[in-house]
């Protein structure tokens, strides 16, 4: 059974950093491509990033470029995301899931709450 | 960036009836090899998305067949062919034919 589990979240001042942590099982998670999706408080779904399996291709979306970095260890089937520079506007729940080949997010974690708040 | 717009922004419907959800794109969908990179995903009411149809028509693990897709270019449709209560929830399309990946902003299905 695929199990995508985040963890990492919580509340952080603006402009401080934080790092997500999601950890695969159930499948080889070093042959799939991973994404961070995330979704704030009543709002709809946003992209955020994806690595490829290997880490050669890495891509953000424009409103968290230059503040976010995306990584995976395959060794330890995890995925990262660090947040710096946090803003009020990155409050939201943040979604790991994995990317199929030409199906993107085909499983997800079940989210952390990131807050940016003073 | 694709802009993907979703109508409606909600759908009354009674159980059994049949439901239609629009997607449009911006531009083209379809890649350079033939393959258009559009997908449905549900939001059920306090969980987390899950994975309906991809590239178009393609039903996901386990989605019933009452669930279908089509469209092309730019005008997708999903369909639900008879509404059963676990269907309500958001739904929303998805494009990853084009960076950034970008979603609609989602249908309410609800009873009327």
């Known amino acids: 059974e695929v199990q995508l589990v985040e963890s990492g979240g919580g509340l952080v001042q603006p402009g401080r950093s934080l790092k997500l942590s999601c950890v695969a099982s159930g499948f080889t998670f070093s042959n799939y491509g991973m994404n961070w999706i995330r979704q704030a408080p009543g709002k709809g779904l946003e992209w955020v990033a994806y690595i490829s399996s290997g880490s050669s291709y890495i891509y953000y979306a424009e409103t968290v470029k230059g503040r976010f970095t995306i990584s995976r260890d395959n060794a330890k089937n995890t995925l990262y995301l660090q947040m710096t520079s946090l803003r009020s506007e990155d409050t939201a729940l943040y979604y790991c899931?994995?990317?199929?080949?030409?199906?993107?997010?085909?499983?997800w974690g079940q989210g952390v709450m990131v807050t940016v708040s003073s | 960036d694709v802009v993907m717009t979703q109508t409606p922004l909600s759908l009354p419907v009674s159980l059994g009836d049949q439901a239609s959800i629009s997607c449009r794109s911006s531009?083209?969908?379809?890649?350079?090899?033939?393959?258009?990179?559009l997908h449905w995903y549900l939001q059920k009411p306090g969980q987390l998305p899950q994975l309906l149809l991809y590239k178009v028509s393609n039903r996901f693990s386990g989605v019933p067949d009452r669930f279908s897709g089509s469209g092309s270019e730019t005008d997708f449709i999903l369909k639900i062919s008879r509404v059963e209560s676990e269907d309500l929830g958001v739904y929303y399309c998805l494009q990853s034919t084009h960076l950034p990946f970008t979603f609609g902003s989602g249908t309410k299905l609800e009873i009327k």
């Open positions: 531009q083209s969908l379809v890649e350079s090899n033939g393959n258009t990179h």
């Open positions: 899931a994995r990317h199929n080949s030409y199906i993107p997010f085909d499983y």
